[in-house]
């Protein structure tokens, strides 16, 4: 089973800039397709962006294209997303997963991932 902890979030005024980050630990990390989500308060939790197992292939939600990368380091076991010009309706808890099958190239779909994080709280200020 794979774990996963986030950090990196924090309070940003708009147009700011953050770089979220997630620390994999246990199963072999680098057979998986990881994602980051994210729950705005009293909202569903929503697709921010896809790297496909290798790091070969990405894929962002519309809302953040443009703005915001994700990237992965399999040796490290690690996982990134800069986030650049941000607005306030980026303001959510973020929460990087692990797709459940392997060599995947990553799904948009919450169900389709079996291991989480707990969350890092990003808040950006009008």
Same mark, same amino acid.
Request: hydrophobic residues 35%; positive net charge; charged residues 15%.
């Given at each position: 089973?794979?774990?996963?902890?986030?950090?990196?979030?924090?309070?940003?005024?708009?147009?700011?800039?953050?770089?979220?980050?997630?620390?994999?630990?246990?199963?072999?990390?680098?057979?998986?397709?990881?994602?980051?989500?994210?729950?705005?308060?009293?909202?569903?939790?929503?697709?921010?962006?896809?790297?496909?197992?290798?790091?070969?292939?990405?894929?962002?939600?519309?809302? %953040?294209?443009?703005?915001?990368?994700?990237?992965?380091?399999? %040796?490290?076991?690690?996982?990134?997303?800069?986030?650049?010009?941000?607005?306030?309706?980026?303001?959510?808890?973020?929460?990087?997963?692990?797709?459940?099958?392997?060599?995947?190239?990553?799904?948009?779909?919450?169900?389709?991932?079996?291991?989480?994080?707990?969350?890092?709280?990003?808040?950006?200020?009008?």
């Amino acid at each position: 089973q794979v774990q996963l902890v986030e950090s990196g979030g924090g309070l940003v005024q708009a147009g700011g800039s953050l770089t979220l980050s997630c620390v994999a630990s246990g199963r072999a990390f680098s057979m998986y397709a990881m994602a980051w989500f994210r729950q705005a308060p009293g909202k569903e939790r929503e697709f921010v962006a896809r790297v496909n197992w290798s790091g070969g292939s990405t894929y962002y939600a519309d809302s %953040v294209k443009g703005r915001f990368t994700i990237s992965r380091d399999n %040796v490290n076991n690690t996982g990134a997303l800069r986030m650049n010009s941000l607005k306030p309706e980026d303001t959510a808890v973020y929460f990087c997963a692990a797709e459940s099958a392997r060599y995947g190239w990553g799904s948009q779909r919450s169900s389709d991932y079996g291991a989480w994080g707990q969350g890092t709280q990003v808040t950006v200020s009008s």
